[in-house]
């Protein structure tokens, strides 16, 4: 992606005389996206995966997993393929970052009833979960969506913010 971004803007320089508007945006970017490549390349190689690892290791993020196919858990006909999914998405995980998972975002946030127990098979901890499914679920969170909430099996929710939502999801 940072190659044709590069391209595009060499393309951009070529195409502007450097003395109008145009062609000085065209410069700039040309520059800042050769300095990023330069930086990512020369500092990791290349390897985003490593990148992210590292600063997983630092405390910087912390990296989840996901469902194996980006699957909806909910509408799967069977225990089976759900526990597959969360299986191979853990162990995915675990081959690129050689430790487990502590969370899991599930496809399209689905949830229902049961998916803790299986989260919890999986030593998951928590899950993002979709803010109107806990807001309508009994018994309701006592702090909203501000907090984290434990489930039965002991795995903890975290609700995805509405607003943020909006303005990463929604036309």
Known sequence: HLGRLLELAGKEVAGHPPSTPLGRSARFYHERLTGVRDWFEGRWGGDLREAFHQAQERGNVELITCTATH??????????????QVAVGVESYRRAFGRAPRGIWLAECGWEPGLDELLAQHDLEWF???????LLGEPRPALGLYAPTCTPAGVH?????IESSKSVWSS
């Open 128 to 134: 993002v979960g979709d803010s109107h499914a806990l």
């Open 71 to 84: 699957g909806l858990l909910p509408t799967m006909g069977s225990v089976a393929a759900k526990r597959a």
């Open 157 to 161: 929710c975290f609700a995805r913010d």
